[in-house]
């Protein structure tokens, strides 16, 4: 009776997390007619792929999916790269200075993004970096980077030191201890926060409208508000249809390395 | 540990696509052995809008080889943050499309090139001067400026059931034998029963529709004394803000509930009876004319006439940044995208009034289909809005007057109330610019 309770918990969560994705399918594959009706149903009536014809005949989604999927895993790797050192230098060498830095990295993140977006433009222009992909890149490494900063000081301080003091009673160097011991018991961290600056990059719309310049560099986001008008009108079909096609690809990186995310951060690292 | 060499080596390889990729930003050319190619910021989002737009385009690189025209599609919704953005850094697109409230706040900094004087005769003559003040404006240092060519115009009209309007045997309006706003009040409330309401008000973003219509009863919202902006809320301004208020709560002709909804909303309840009438703009004809359920008989009505049928009007604009690099072949490109027949073509894209007096007369634009008519008709009555003059506006109507009308609207606050916060806590706005 308890474990049919939890299911009926599980399958109401799922299908409220699930709803507006299936709900931006039923809007992709309306007429405009059944979008206008009073009472939409979320099964069409007339199912129609017009929507997805229009989407892609309209603007270039596949090269714009291309340059974005460029742009995000350059960014998810290169901010987990350079993050994940700093942020076991920050979790295990404690002291005023790692303090203050924790701080400044914190306060950075109360600066509205507005405010720098002209002065990150002259100095992307000094270096001949904007309308460029790799100018996109950096920018968002750049303000990825404070918060994956964060979350990999978190999974650091999760594992115990012990672990590696372990190691080192065991004969192994730092170098070994930090690649036999310690990247294993992180990688679910690593992968979530590859996760995270992944999904970042692929949905951010601001630097990229300013910092690209020509439509055959546009990301995805920049293509896709092109179906929305003055004063909040849209062209709802094709804006749908373009939306879910824009999610599949976080789907499918999420799909391929959940079961990472899902295996235990500690699972076996400590001997009972 | 090979995993982990394999993920930096993928790293690597994703970066350098990164840095190769793109990055063939055209600096506009301008020597001589290579075309001048200019950068064209359209906001057009409509289906047949951007058609027409990109078929201009091609046509235009066709004829001439020597100026290049690239498209760039860009959105309303954040135009104005890209072009600062671009302004500041001085890297602005070579031709911009925008609109005039816009322009107002972009020539006041000196973004924007003055075009009078540059423009062929043949384009100034074909746009009335009432247009023309739409895009006329100071240049921040006492001098005043064309900064832009209008060509796209909206009105204010009603968008009707035409099937329950038999039914209540009220009197079809013409452009020369309008509705007064007496009429359309007791019309409304005899087309509110059996649960349908006459009139549905969408006012997410009540001012500029409200100013707009305040005209008819020659309501301006703004004085200007010895050089100094106010705000007034007399008898005049307060008419319209009365009717309004009149039809929601005295005769209960409009739907509360419609108040909240943004301009495309009421649609839905159009087409199901549900509102007899929608005010709107002229362009929503165009999700009319593709949404409706199949024998659906809606018909487009003038716009009302108070003491005169006048409404104040904003218009789409094309303009040249002043730090442009080729400044004359950017008004070359915009004389010939501007021209008659080219402005019929864009206004049956966009579902719009054209600025061009040649272009009004072309067939498809005066055809009773879609009520092109009508709407075509009601250009006559179209002056500039009072608003685009003042400095301040945007924030006077951000801060102050959307949730002062909205509240009033929602029958929150009195008229009095709603006057007296427009005046007091507007002018402290206005001050500020005005110093």
Redesign the interface.
Same mark, same amino acid.
């Given at each position: 009776m308890r474990t049919g309770l939890k299911y009926l918990a599980l399958a109401g969560y799922v299908v409220f997390l699930a709803f507006p994705l299936v709900w931006l399918l039923s809007t992709a594959l309306k007429t405009p007619r059944e979008m206008a009706a009073l009472h939409p149903a979320l099964i069409p009536r007339h199912p129609t792929l017009a929507n997805f014809a229009d989407a892609f005949t309209e603007q270039d989604l596949v090269g714009g999916g291309l340059r974005s999927l460029v742009v995000a895993v350059a960014a998810a790797v290169v901010t987990v790269a350079l993050a994940l050192p700093a942020a076991y230098a920050l979790a295990r060498r404690p002291g005023v200075l790692n303090r203050v830095a924790i701080g400044w990295v914190l306060v950075s993140q109360v600066f509205p993004v507005i405010l720098v977006v002209i002065p990150l433009f002259m100095v992307l222009r000094r270096l001949e970096l904007v309308n460029t992909l790799a100018g996109l890149t950096l920018v968002h490494v750049t303000f990825v980077m404070p918060f994956a900063l964060w979350m990999l000081r978190g999974y650091v301080r999760a594992v115990p030191r012990e672990v590696e003091e372990a190691a080192a009673v065991d004969g192994a160097g730092r170098l070994r201890s930090l690649a036999s011991v310690v990247a294993p018991l992180l990688a679910p961290g690593v992968v979530a926060t590859l996760l995270f600056s992944f999904i970042s990059s692929w949905n951010e719309f601001l630097f990229a409208l300013v910092v690209l310049k020509d439509p055959e560099v546009a990301t995805l986001p920049l293509t896709l508000v092109r179906f929305t008008g003055p004063e909040g009108v849209a062209r709802l079909g094709p804006l749908a249809a373009a939306s879910l096609l824009a999610t599949v690809p976080s789907l499918l990186f999420f799909a391929v390395i959940q079961r990472r995310l899902r295996s235990g951060l500690m699972a076996g690292a400590v001997k009972g | 540990?090979r995993r982990?060499s394999a *993920? #930096?080596a /993928?790293?690597a390889v *994703? #970066?350098a *696509?990164?840095?190769s990729?793109?990055?063939?930003? $055209?600096d506009g050319g301008g020597t001589a052995a290579k075309p001048v190619t200019l950068?064209f910021l359209s906001l057009a989002? @409509? +289906?047949e809008s951007?058609a027409a737009n990109k078929q201009l385009v091609e046509e235009w690189n066709k004829a001439n080889p020597s100026i290049q025209v @690239?498209?760039? @599609?860009?959105?309303? $919704?954040?135009v104005n $943050? @890209?072009l /600062?953005?671009?302004f500041?850094?001085g $890297?602005p697109?070579d031709v911009i499309h925008d609109d005039s409230p816009a322009l107002a706040g972009f020539s006041s900094r000196g973004y924007l090139l003055d075009l009078s004087g540059r423009l062929p005769a043949a384009l100034k003559n074909d746009i009335p001067p009432a247009a023309w003040d739409t895009v006329s404006f100071g240049d921040g240092k006492g001098g005043q400026g064309v900064y832009g060519v209008p060509f796209l115009q909206e009105s204010q009209v009603l968008l009707a059931n035409r099937k329950l309007l038999d039914k209540a045997g009220v009197r079809i309006p013409t452009p020369d034998s309008p509705w007064t706003w007496d009429e359309f009040a007791s019309v409304a409330k005899k087309l509110t029963k059996d649960g349908a309401y006459g009139v549905a008000w969408p006012m +997410?973003?009540p001012v500029n529709k409200v100013l707009n219509l305040a005209l008819n009863f020659g309501g301006t919202f703004f004085t200007t004394t010895g050089g100094k902006t106010t705000v007034k809320v007399g008898p005049q301004e307060r008419e319209v803000l009365q009717r309004i208020h009149d039809q929601l709560y005295t005769d209960r002709s409009a739907d509360p509930s419609a108040l909240g909804m943004?301009? *495309?909303d009421p649609?839905?309840?159009f087409?199901?009876g +549900?509102y007899a009438l929608v005010p709107a703009g002229v362009y929503l004809r165009q999700?009319v004319a593709?949404?409706?359920?199949?024998g659906f008989d809606w018909v487009t009505l003038p716009p009302l006439k108070g003491v005169t049928a006048q409404q104040g009007a904003t218009s789409q604009t094309l303009s040249v940044p002043a730090d442009g690099k080729h400044p004359d072949e950017a008004v070359k490109f915009i004389a010939f995208f501007l021209n008659g027949p080219n402005q019929a073509k864009l206004a049956k894209g966009d579902w719009l009034l054209p600025t061009s007096t040649s272009a009004a007369t072309d067939p498809g634009l005066t055809t009773g289909e879609n009520g092109w008519d009508v709407a075509t008709a009601s250009a006559k009555d179209l002056v500039v809005a009072p608003y685009l003059k003042v400095n301040g506006f945007d924030e006077w109507k951000s801060k102050v007057a959307t949730p002062a009308l909205q509240e009033y609207f929602a029958n929150k606050i009195s008229l009095d109330e709603a006057a007296r916060r427009l005046v007091d806590e507007g002018n402290k706005v206005l001050e500020r610019y005005s110093q």
């Open positions: - | 540990m982990w *993920a #930096l /993928v790293a *994703a #970066l *696509a990164g840095c990729s793109g990055g063939s930003g $055209d950068r989002w @409509q +289906k951007v @690239q498209y760039v @599609q860009g959105s309303w $919704d954040n $943050d @890209q /600062v953005t671009s500041e850094a $890297d697109p +997410k973003s943004g301009t *495309a649609l839905p309840g087409f199901a +549900k999700q593709e949404q409706a359920p199949e």
